[in-house]
């Protein structure tokens, strides 16, 4: 098996175990992070209704002239920030943070941080 394939498998068993204690509520929603090669993603989940209930991410057209020539630490903590605020407009104050297997730190702590900058109670 293939280097990269191993590290998929143990990030989902990682994953899944992290899921299985983690439910969002409409009060206090999962804040879930994927980071692709190139991109990063930010979801806020309500996991009783099955509803996302908004996501925003560095591929986001409103953020495109922020994010234009950043590194990706600082393009994380920049949706991170967006969506805090989006989610205050919307009176989410509280939110269960979902690191999705990946390691808390780099660009999964720089959202966090950007989050907790935005208002967020993580």
């Known amino acids: 098996m293939r280097k990269t394939d191993l590290k998929k498998q143990r990030r989902n068993?990682?994953?899944?175990?992290?899921?299985?204690?983690?439910?969002?509520?409409?009060e206090r929603p999962r804040m879930a992070i994927y980071k692709s090669n190139k991109h990063v993603y930010l979801q806020l989940i309500n996991d009783l209704d099955n509803l996302t209930i908004m996501s925003v991410s560095t591929k986001s057209a409103d953020l495109q002239k922020e994010l234009k020539d950043?590194?990706?630490?600082?393009a994380a903590e920049i949706i991170g920030k967006a969506l805090a605020e989006s989610a205050t407009d919307k009176e989410i104050k509280k939110v269960v943070f979902d690191r999705s297997g990946y390691k808390y730190h780099g660009i999964v702590k720089a959202a966090a941080d950007g989050a907790r900058e935005g208002g967020l109670d993580l």
């Open 70 to 74: 950043k590194a990706p630490l600082e």
């Open 13 to 26: 068993k990682i994953r899944r175990r992290i899921r299985s204690t983690i439910r969002g509520t409409a």
